[in-house]
């Protein structure tokens, strides 16, 4: 569709070599990851274990081939013969009233049972609030901390650069494979960059790298990518997916803007850009005020040091869940059932994003599928429940705490009493002042009134307007305007009628001003910390709150195989904090966690790949996807948390600079291998393809497309307007007359993404077109959807129109010899072809024809080939 449009503007477009979409074919769905969670919603509860109307069970592909009444409900591949297909299509189930499936609910169903109505095979497991766990399911390999393996040796040595390579190598050459050939230097560069710093290279960048021939050319590159502080903006923007983060509370009938979020999301991009260590990181998001302990530091000093605000701001991650709670909130019925909601989510967000596990799916009954029991899901929310407490719920306004010790805090609070009362004092002399001119102004406007009638008007005006007489009335209506008028026509007239008020009132004015300038507010905090007392955790059964059950103390996964096990005692009966998050923290973060290590370098591995090692990024339990390189992803994760540096190739820097959980240490590693330099064809694909239709194995790098937020950035870079600006405040959305919400067209508008206002209700169009994800809880991974809207966005957008004008001013300003070839190479990142040559000069010329006799024809020509450019896929997508 894209193309088709291009063509449209363009109609010789289909001559240029626009990349080829890699067709992301979705994996057949899946049983329980797919259509379970749709039949818990619309089925289960009539066909289910407590109710099963026509003996018809649809927890699992076993039961549903057995069926009901009427036979078997499934005969897989065959929706046509399979009578819930026939029951949903023709919308007979569920019955009655209730909501039907969706359109893309039913297609989803249908394509399930077509491509052979497949489940993971896992057994699931009892079901009781507090199972044993047994010792053949603490075996399985995620709960197990990551071994060191030997790096396997390989024949093609020549292709290694570090382990990396002869991990992969191994295994392709296992099945008679091997890596694709590297990368030419334009293509790596782009791939690179756009990877580390969500920008592509300036023509500057692309010439200097074109001409080095040193050995470590790419490697010089890699350092000074990662030094970039657009690293650290492109990075900060995975994490704030994974934890959720947006400007506003959520969604119910008003979604209210958060106004000290944004600190959080700067934490986030100072922290990668300064490498803060991984394990650092996470104990700061979760237990920050813990960790600097914030209270003593509150109470002793007077202004809070660095690192305690730092740690405060941190915490911020575990305020990202929705909380649409409000002051009035207390008084509707079923409050702790929304208040639940935000504790809920908050553990799904911490699980999901660094324990890489569905905890969310123990809380109504013991896991299904992974050794959790109902009781540890309880024990973990108790880690949280002392701060989120749905029985003493803080409104999520007042939840706030200000940057500053106690006697800091008080000295501002008691300054501000005097300033409120000066500006009081001076506001009441301000209104004596008016009155006194008030009566001054209806005493003069009398006097020039008829002797005759002065005596009446005056009692006329006097009297209580209930009570007066017809006269009385009369009087009123005709004098009251003049004599005396109301306070915004007084406020007018007084000023003009006498100098001296003019005077007086001016100086009055600027003494308040001056007075209220004194107000000085403390920067807020948007932080999470304890509340006070001791909190009670009830397991709750079925998830339901009205039916708690035991109390339930702090605990975590026993599963999991450790060698520091979490460690917490209660607290002094006075501390301000009970240590909980700290102590969970502490026990997440230990060097041989089975999963925290693992789980970011799979991650790392999946923005840097197209696909993990694991390519369930967030679940790595039974029904996930098991490793493709499983002793692969245990080096990653032992080398990740090493505090001392493991050989790493003599080319990257060489000198002893990895201290453990760098994560940019990491990814130095990682784009520095051969595995990652490979082009995305090689030419023995269609060998390959047989042997491993999925790639799974890397025998080539995968072209992915550019997240919407990079996109965007990318657009503003080529065109020159990019605002470099960094932190602060979101930049607000506006919504247009047509809907389309769109950022500011000035220069705050022309800021990365990152920085512009998340609002849930209001996504800005071109980002929601291009699968910027709807924070309702947060996002584990992104979709990335091919849709017509995202061409016909492009295209119509005012916001392209733009910045193709500005591209092509940029492109007559640096290279006004050579238009085509310097808007190819900044757009692409590459020379342009011989055949692209003729194309797009033919194109110019063709265009400023078109546009003859017009002002700017020829840079009118040039912006609509730089549109051209820039809603192409090869723009779009990093080879
Ligand atoms: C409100 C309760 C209810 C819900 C919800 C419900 N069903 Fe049913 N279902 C029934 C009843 C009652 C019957 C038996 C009467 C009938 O066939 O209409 C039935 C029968 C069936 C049958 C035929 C079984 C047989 O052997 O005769 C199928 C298949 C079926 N349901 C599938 C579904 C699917 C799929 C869903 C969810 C999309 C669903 N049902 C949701 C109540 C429900
Ligand atoms: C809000 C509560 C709730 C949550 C959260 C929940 N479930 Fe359930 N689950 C139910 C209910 C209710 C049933 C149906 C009653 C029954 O069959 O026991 C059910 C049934 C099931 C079944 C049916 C098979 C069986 O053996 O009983 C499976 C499998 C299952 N859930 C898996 C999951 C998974 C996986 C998750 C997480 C993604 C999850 N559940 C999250 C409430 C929940």
């Not at 927890?59 to 009901?68: E, I, N, P, S, V």
């Not at 591995?605 to 696909?611: I, T, V």
Request: proline share 8%; charged share 25%; glycine share 6%.
């Amino acid at each position: 569709m894209r193309r088709r449009l291009c063509s449209a503007l363009l109609p010789a477009a289909s001559l240029l070599a626009f990349a080829v979409r890699a067709a992301a074919a979705d994996p057949a769905p899946v049983f329980e990851k797919d259509i379970l969670p749709l039949f818990q919603e619309k089925c289960l509860r009539c066909h289910g274990s407590d109710t099963r109307r026509a003996e018809l069970d649809l927890r699992g592909k076993a039961a549903m081939l057995k069926g009901g009444e009427s036979g078997p409900a499934l005969s897989p591949g065959s929706p046509e013969k399979s009578l819930l297909w026939i029951k949903i299509a023709a919308d007979k189930m569920p019955p009655g009233k209730a909501a039907k499936l969706t359109d893309a609910e039913k297609t989803l169903v249908r394509a399930w049972i077509e491509a052979g109505a497949r489940d993971s095979g896992v057994a699931t497991l009892p079901e009781e609030e507090s199972a044993p766990i047994r010792e053949e399911d603490r075996r399985f390999w995620s709960f197990r901390g990551p071994v060191r393996p030997a790096v396997p040796a390989v024949r093609q040595t020549v292709r290694i650069r570090n382990p990396i390579d002869a991990f992969v190598l191994a295994k392709l050459e296992e099945k008679g494979l091997t890596f694709a050939p590297e990368a030419d230097k334009a293509t790596l560069l782009r791939r690179v960059t756009c990877d580390l710093t969500g920008l592509p290279p300036t023509p500057a960048e692309i010439d200097a790298f074109l001409k080095d021939d040193s050995p470590d050319a790419y490697e010089k590159v890699v350092d000074r990518l990662l030094a970039s502080p657009h690293y650290g903006e492109q990075w900060a923007r995975h994490w704030l997916d994974l934890a959720g983060y947006a400007d506003s509370e959520g969604i119910l009938d008003a979604d209210y803007p958060r106004t000290a979020a944004w600190r959080y999301r700067d934490y986030v991009v100072r922290a990668f850009n300064a490498d803060k260590p991984y394990d650092r990181f996470l104990k700061e998001q979760i237990a920050g005020d813990e960790l600097t302990d914030y209270w003593t530091a509150y109470h002793t000093q007077k202004e809070l040091p660095p690192d305690v605000i730092e740690g405060l701001i941190a915490t911020g991650f575990l305020r990202c869940a929705c909380d649409t709670s409000r002051p009035d909130f207390s008084t509707i019925k079923n409050a702790p059932g929304y208040y639940y909601q935000t504790l809920d989510d908050t553990l799904k967000i911490v699980a999901s994003s660094t324990l890489g596990l569905t905890v969310q799916c123990a809380r109504c009954h013991s896991h299904k599928y992974d050794p959790i029991p109902q009781t540890e899901y309880y024990r973990l929310q108790a880690v949280f429940m002392s701060a989120y407490r749905p029985y003493q719920w803080v409104p999520q306004v007042q939840r706030r705490l200000l940057e500053g010790g106690e006697a800091q805090v008080k000295e501002v609070n008691d300054a501000n009493a005097k300033v409120d009362a000066a500006v009081a004092d001076l506001k009441k002399q301000a209104d004596a002042l008016t009155r006194e001119y008030a009566d001054k102004l209806f005493a003069d406007r009398l006097a020039a009134l008829p002797e005759a009638i002065r005596e009446d008007v005056r009692t006329a005006l006097g009297a209580d307007p209930a009570k007066r007489d017809a006269v009385q009335n009369y009087l009123a209506s005709k004098f009251q305007k003049e004599l005396r008028p109301d306070p915004p026509a007084l406020a007018q007239l007084l000023p003009k009628t006498y100098p001296d008020y003019s005077m007086k009132s001016a100086a009055l004015a600027e003494a308040i001003k001056a007075e209220q300038a004194k107000h000085h507010e403390l920067p807020e905090i948007r932080a999470l910390y304890d509340l006070p007392g001791e909190p009670q955790t009830p397991l709750l059964r079925r998830g339901d709150y009205l039916n708690p059950g035991p109390d339930v103390q702090p605990g975590v996964l026993t599963a999991l195989d450790v060698s520091k096990p979490f460690d917490w005692k209660p607290p002094a009966k006075d501390a301000p904090t009970s240590g909980r998050r700290l102590a969970f923290a502490e026990w997440l973060t230990q060097p041989d966690h089975p999963l925290t290590a693992r789980v970011m370098v799979n991650r790392l591995w999946l923005y840097h790949f197209g696909e993990g090692i694991v390519a369930t990024p967030d679940n790595f339990g039974r029904i996930g996807s098991p490793p493709s390189h499983p002793e692969l992803l245990d080096w990653l994760a032992t080398q990740f948390v090493a505090p001392s540096p493991q050989p790493s190739p003599p080319s990257v820097g060489g000198e002893a600079r990895v201290r453990g959980w760098s994560i940019k240490a990491m990814q130095r590693l990682i784009v520095t291998s051969s595995a990652y330099r490979q082009a995305s064809v090689s030419p023995t694909a269609a060998a390959a393809k047989k042997i491993d239709p999925d790639d799974r194995l890397l025998w080539r790098q995968r072209m992915r497309r550019l997240e919407a937020e990079s996109l965007r950035d990318s657009i503003l870079a080529v065109s020159g307007s990019l605002n470099a600006e960094m932190y602060g405040p979101p930049v607000p959305m506006q919504r247009q007359g047509d809907g389309e919400v769109t950022a500011p067209a000035d220069a705050s508008g022309a800021r990365r993404s990152i920085y512009l206002q998340v609002r849930r209700s209001q996504p800005l169009t071109l980002l929601q077109v291009f699968d910027q994800p709807v924070m309702e809880t947060n996002c584990t991974r992104r979709a990335v959807s091919t849709t017509p809207s995202q061409a016909l966005t492009l295209l119509n957008s005012d916001f392209l129109t733009r910045q193709a004008d500005a591209f092509a001013g940029r492109v007559l300003k640096e290279k006004p010899d050579d238009p085509a070839a310097y808007a190819v190479l900044t757009a692409f990142g590459r020379p342009i072809t011989a055949k692209e040559k003729g194309t797009l000069t033919s194109f110019l010329e063709a265009q400023a024809k078109r546009y003859q006799g017009t002002p700017d024809a020829a840079r009118r020509a040039l912006a609509d080939l730089c549109q051209m450019l820039m809603s192409a896929d090869e723009f779009a997508y990093v080879d």
